[in-house]
C-alpha cells in the first residue's frame, strides 16, 4: 500500500484515504446494526405506539440504543477494521459474502451468472499494478 501511495498524486491519496475510512465507518454501522438490533426494535416500537406529543416515553428506549452503538462505535473497534483493511482482510471477508450472494442467486435462477468469478477484485487490483496505476 505505501509504495502505491508513493505513485499517486496527493489530491488522489486524499480521495484513497477518504474512500477507505468510509469504508470503515459503513461496516462499524453494519457492525452496531447488528448487534443493537433488539433495541432499535424497541425504540421503533415505542414510536409507532406513541403520538408526536408524547415521544418523551422513548427517550429511555432511545437512550439504551445510543449507549449500544456507543459501546460498538470506538476508537479500538475503528483501528481494528483500519487494521484488517490494511491486512486484506476486508477484502476477502467482502469476497466470502458476494461469493455466498452469488452462489444464492446462481442456485435461485440457473444461468443467471454462469461466468462470475468470485476473484474479480484481486485480478483487477493486480491488472491496475501491472499498468503502474
Not at 29 to 35: A, C, D, G, I, V
Not at 52 to 77: I, R, Y
Not at 110 to 117: E, T
Amino acid at each position: 500500500l505505501e509504495a502505491m501511495m508513493e505513485r499517486v498524486a496527493p489530491h488522489e491519496q486524499r480521495k484513497l484515504l477518504n474512500r477507505v475510512h468510509d469504508g470503515i465507518i459503513q461496516r462499524m454501522r453494519e457492525e452496531s446494526t447488528r448487534k443493537c438490533w433488539t433495541y432499535v426494535q424497541k425504540y421503533e416500537q415505542c414510536v409507532n405506539t406513541t403520538n408526536f406529543f408524547t415521544h418523551k416515553k422513548c427517550v429511555p428506549h432511545k437512550d439504551a440504543l445510543n449507549d449500544c452503538v456507543h459501546e460498538v462505535n470506538t476508537e479500538d473497534n475503528y483501528q481494528k477494521y483500519r487494521v484488517a483493511f490494511l491486512r486484506g482482510e476486508l477484502l476477502k471477508l467482502h469476497e466470502e459474502r458476494l461469493g455466498t450472494r452469488i452462489e444464492a442467486l446462481k442456485s435461485s435462477a440457473p444461468g443467471v451468472l454462469p461466468n462470475f468469478k468470485i476473484d474479480y477484485a484481486p485480478r483487477y487490483a493486480e491488472t491496475m499494478m501491472d499498468l503502474g496505476q
